[in-house]
């Protein structure tokens, strides 16, 4: 369309149509960026009011996750990258609200764990890496188990927010520590407008309303974890050892002491 309308074969006013075109997308991914940056600010500012120095030594960690998928697999991320022995959590979904213990286990005893069918009909065990090497990196490992010391506890509400811009999805945790509670830290991730544009337009056929539905849409980049002015990424496990106080510590750098018998 330009070509031709340098060349006279049509109005040069037609040019303006492609420069309103992606001209208007590309601000309106621009602020879709912006927002979910803003978002991300907004939470790390929230977030950096509130602080705990947690204990191993004195308390037990329990993750209730049912309120919030988000926080299904919270207690392995966490024994995995942070400095703590054990992280309990209530698993509603696949072992009838058993709470299990999770920790890190080196690759001596997760093969040993591998191979032992008693261990197996009660917990589990999962790599760290995408090769299943278990007999050469740790895993972490959980198995029934109650706290023996105070607990402190974890919940959370999930909500899912839409504009024409962007979605995000946020988890905002609670944690009970001893009477006090710590209320609004939060977490989430977020899909911006792609650069390049997109659209979708379909439609389906509504069997319970007996009706067409049609949608228009632009394609998304992938999900992405909030982060905070300082680039800190706002995933729950982050937040939660940040609130807490936990050393940061990654499964390649840890000494596990706490192996079982």
């Known amino acids: 369309m330009i070509i031709e309308s340098l060349t006279g074969m049509l109005n040069r006013y037609f040019v303006i149509i492609p420069i309103i075109w992606f001209g208007g997308y590309t601000l309106a991914t621009a602020w879709s960026h912006y927002e979910l940056a803003q978002i991300g600010a907004v939470f790390a500012r929230e977030n950096a009011g509130h602080s705990f120095q947690f204990s191993s030594s004195i308390n037990d960690l329990l993750i209730d996750s049912e309120n919030d998928a988000e926080l299904s697999g919270l207690a392995g991320k966490l024994v995995s990258t942070h400095e703590i022995p054990v992280v309990y959590q209530i698993d509603k979904d696949h072992y009838r609200g058993a709470v299990m213990a999770y920790r890190l286990g080196s690759s001596k005893t997760c093969t040993r764990l591998l191979h032992d069918e008693t261990f197996r009909k009660t917990g589990g065990l999962y790599s760290l890496q995408k090769n299943y090497a278990f007999d050469k990196e740790p895993c972490v490992y959980f198995a029934p188990e109650r706290p023996q010391k105070p607990i402190v506890i974890v919940t959370s509400t999930r909500s899912e927010m839409e504009s024409f811009f962007t979605r995000y999805t946020t988890s905002r945790m609670k944690v009970q520590i001893q009477g006090e509670v710590i209320d609004g830290l939060n977490s989430g991730f977020g ?71």
């Open 191 to 261: 899909k911006a407008l792609t650069w390049y544009p997109q659209p979708y337009l379909g439609c389906f056929l509504n069997s319970g309303a007996q009706k067409w539905d049609c949608f228009t849409e632009f394609g998304r980049e992938n999900t992405k974890v909030l982060k905070g002015g300082d680039n800190v990424a706002l995933n729950a496990s982050e937040v939660l050892g940040r609130a807490l106080n936990l050393k940061y510590m990654p499964s390649n750098l840890r000494q596990m002491d706490n192996e079982i018998n």
